[in-house]
């Protein structure tokens, strides 16, 4: 089973709960679990899980490298090019290398084969473990301007992980990036159910409507976690019912909470009543994900 | 090889003012060395979500324009522009078109 914590807005509590549910997973659940970090602009989720990272390579993308020689200027790559990355100028063919989505368009379309592969490095993908929880986050190169391909490589490093580690693998929580754009979408695609972490501030209201909207076509179970839960929720309660998404768990607005992320602690760390908190959420999460997904 | 410059404008003439961008500039007033004029639109390279300043460059490389005076002309640009000897003069903004074409002339840009 694989489950995304997701959000709107950023700075609701995805990693929190990410964390914290992979730190309570094997004791709720008595299956292994992986925790992966798919925010690469800024992954956080190893501060709280400490991992011993034990692999790191990097992750590239392909972009054309044009032999001068070869090319006739036709221009046909160009024309094709919806991102301006390859183009002719004065009688030079030219790639713009971190404008490329590495489609490969130029290459298939051009006529006389002077397109090869080149690279550009979009990260490292790190993986290990925290204890017996298994550990696994990307990170974008600085100055990479897109995130998707990175996003999707881990995705597929995960994938043969799990392919490797055979049935029944581990479950995989995935602590998604925020928003609702390509990294975002990117992240949740592969995911058999969706966890929402919002909170009840006119910003958060407002983003978890549009993460609603954005997931909802998906087609996967979804359920939501309030986070920072006190004034306010009612308006996310009727959100909620509306959208007949139910809330597995509603973390309060509480001193302690925040002091325990400030210094890196798992809020199920926190005390016995949040340690509670987390198994109760783990559980209900597994149950809404599985009964979600064969109905 | 004859000055051919080309600035970036709001509009086709040489009284419409200089357009700060160079990638998403309305469009081009191209001088040659006698002093005729004509314009290239641009608007395609305004719709494009990226990639607009290395198409206006490609646009204005076309139209053998030998300088260029614009605003500000981000990296992508500046690279394809140098990539086919284009001269770049930055900072002609807040004045006609034909005011920074006095000015360069001038030797004072």
């Known amino acids: ?295 | 090889m004859s000055t051919i410059i080309a600035v970036s404008s709001e509009g086709p003439t040489l009284d419409d003012a200089v357009d700060p961008r160079f990638g998403r500039a309305a469009g081009f007033v191209i001088i040659d060395a006698a002093g005729n004029t004509r314009y290239i639109d641009n608007g395609a390279s305004q719709a494009m979500a990226q990639g607009a300043g290395i198409e206006s460059a490609r646009r204005i490389a076309e139209a053998g324009a030998t300088v260029l005076l614009s605003g500000v002309v981000g990296p992508k640009a500046a690279q394809a522009l140098s990539a086919v000897g284009v001269a770049v003069v930055e900072g002609m903004d807040n004045m006609t078109v034909a005011e920074a074409v006095a000015k360069y002339r001038a030797g004072s840009a």
């Open chain 1, 1 to 295: 089973m694989i489950v995304a914590i997701a959000s709107g807005k950023g700075g609701t509590g995805k990693t929190t709960v990410s964390a914290s549910l992979a730190s309570v997973w094997a004791e709720a659940l008595a299956r292994p679990v992986m925790a992966v970090d798919l925010d690469v602009e800024e992954p956080n989720l190893h501060l709280f899980l400490r991992p011993v990272i034990t692999r790191t390579q990097a992750a590239n993308l392909e972009i054309p490298v044009v032999d001068a020689d070869i090319c006739t200027r036709c221009g046909e790559c160009r024309e094709l090019c919806q991102f301006g990355a390859i183009t002719i100028m004065g009688d030079m063919p030219m790639v713009f290398a971190e404008m490329c989505h590495g489609c490969g368009g130029c290459r298939a379309i051009c006529p006389v084969a002077a397109i090869g592969r080149g690279t550009r490095e979009l990260g490292r993908i790190e993986e290990g473990s925290a204890g017996a929880i298994g550990f696994l986050n990307g990170r974008l190169r600085i100055g990479e301007a897109m995130s998707p391909p990175l996003i999707r490589a881990v995705l597929a490093r995960l994938d043969s992980l799990l392919q490797k580690a055979g049935a029944p693998g581990p479950d995989v929580l995935l602590d998604a990036p925020p928003g609702v754009s390509c990294p975002a979408v990117a992240a949740v695609a592969e995911a058999d159910g969706i966890i929402l972490v919002t909170e009840p501030t006119p910003f958060g209201i407002h983003d978890f409507k549009l993460a609603v909207e954005a997931f909802t076509p998906l087609g996967k179970p979804m359920a939501v976690v309030v986070n920072r839960a006190g004034a306010g929720t009612g308006e996310l309660h009727a959100v909620c019912r509306e959208a007949s998404l139910p809330i597995l768990a509603e973390i309060p607005d509480d001193r302690a909470v925040a002091e325990a992320y400030a210094r890196g602690k798992l809020l199920a760390d926190v005390d016995a009543a949040y340690r509670t908190m987390c198994l109760g959420l783990a559980e209900a999460v597994a149950k809404h994900v599985r009964e979600g997904r064969h109905a």
